[in-house]
């Protein structure tokens, strides 16, 4: 296999893994609220993280001059951007707001451009364009009347802009410190404690039960994400951002794939058609560059 196709791959396997992750979040919180799960998803992949952290860490790791910057992404992603966008779909709908979110592979492709000097062909540009579309005719739904402020447009664009920065800083940390693991795992032990004081913070009153069956789901998605991280960041390590990024963002179409082949819940429509005849050719566009 060429060395140009193998962060294609990671970048795929990455986002089906999203999907994965995704669709079992969607089932846990069947049993508990968006809030708790993220929380549990949140602490299953940090503990994972310090779990397999003997085997892969090594004491020259802490005293790299990127731990920084590695530390800021935990304060990105997932917690601030999860946030975010929690606010943008409460207030502007899951559409509007899904829609909207979709431009994050445009801000990937722009950030590394302009911030890792990566050279933008027309292949990347036009796949990068192609997946944005694919997405946001995925995420469209008619009727969302307008009952919201204007600048609450800006929530779900902002947290599409944090998760592309989250991936510069973690572009510019394998540069450096060549370890998907240990970037890993410094973004989710920052991110748990600010992730388990918002929570007290938000709670009100006792923490309602979660049954064994949703606790169960709740581990199955940290471990999901805990590992799609990890394939990300090799993606990232491996490939340039303006390859990795949009197609780690096609994630959504295979949540929809799998609802339908997996999960037997969601009923394949002519805009899911649509949108992988978009996708197929960007993504093979993107490879070309790779």
Request: proline share 6%.
């Given at each position: 296999m060429?060395d ?7 970048a795929?396997?990455?986002a089906?893994l999203?999907?994965f ?5 969607r089932i ?8 708790t ?12 993280y ?14 790299s001059?990127?731990?920084p ?18 606010a ?5 709908g899951p559409?509007?707001s899904?829609?909207l979110?979709?431009?994050a ?6 950030l ?10 027309w292949?990347?540009a ?5 997946i ?12 969302a ?7 609450a447009l800006?929530?779900?664009v902002f ?9 510069v800083?973690?572009?510019?940390g394998?540069?450096?410190?060549p370890?998907p ?10 991110s ?17 039960t979660?049954p064994?069956?949703g ?17 990300m960041?090799t993606?990232?390590?491996s ?10 963002a096609?994630s ?9 082949f997996?999960?037997?819940e969601?009923?394949?429509?002519r805009r899911?058609?649509i ?16």
């Open positions: 060429p140009v196709l193998i962060p294609v791959l990671l795929l396997s990455a089906i999203f999907a992750g995704n669709q079992c979040s846990a919180m069947r049993y508990t609220d968006p809030q799960a993220t929380l549990f998803q949140i602490g299953v992949s940090t503990t994972l310090w779990l397999a952290a003997p085997f892969y860490l090594e004491a020259s790791y802490w005293s001059p990127v731990l910057l590695l530390a800021a992404i935990g304060l990105f992603r997932p917690l601030l951007s999860a946030n975010l966008g929690m943008g779909t409460r207030i502007l559409t509007i899904s829609t979110a979709s431009t592979p445009l801000f990937g492709v722009g590394g451009v302009l911030m890792l000097a990566e050279e933008l062909s292949e990347v036009v796949g990068t364009g192609g944005v579309v694919a997405v946001v005719i995925l995420s469209w739904r008619r009727g009347a307008r009952s919201w402020p204007i600048i800006l929530l779900p947290a599409a802009l944090l998760r592309s920065l989250a991936h800083f973690a572009k510019i394998l540069e450096t410190l370890s693991f240990f970037v890993a795992l410094v973004a989710y032990s920052v748990f404690p600010f992730a388990l004081a918002n929570d007290f913070r938000l709670r009100r009153g006792g923490r309602p979660i064994v069956t606790l169960k789901w709740l581990v199955a998605t940290g471990f999901i994400y805990a590992v799609s991280v990890l394939v960041n993606a990232l390590m490939g340039r951002l303006i390859v990795v990024s949009p197609i780690v096609c959504p179409l295979f949540t929809l794939l799998l609802g339908h997996v999960f037997r969601k009923a394949l429509t899911v058609a949108a992988v005849l978009l996708v197929v050719p960007s993504v093979a566009l993107i490879g070309l560059r790779a």
